[in-house]
């Protein structure tokens, strides 16, 4: 599994790594975010590239887990 950590960054810098890390036909993905935009610009995107998202909050942001 794929594991990235964008906490801190801002946007559209989430999305960018997101998308730079599907270019390897990753099955599986877990993307680390700040809640509230970076949240919800990578779920979206995720679910509109065929991925099954989960999302979990932790103290310091949200665990997005995503599979095919």
Do not use: H, W, Y
């Amino acid at each position: 599994m794929k594991q990235i950590d964008t906490r801190g960054m801002s946007c559209p810098q989430p999305l960018l790594m997101t998308k730079n890390a599907l270019k390897d036909s990753v099955k599986e993905i877990e993307v680390v975010v700040d809640c509230g935009a970076p949240k919800s610009n990578v779920t979206r995107f995720l679910n509109n590239s065929g991925f099954k998202v989960t999302s979990t909050e932790i103290e310091d942001g949200c665990i997005l887990k995503a599979t095919k």
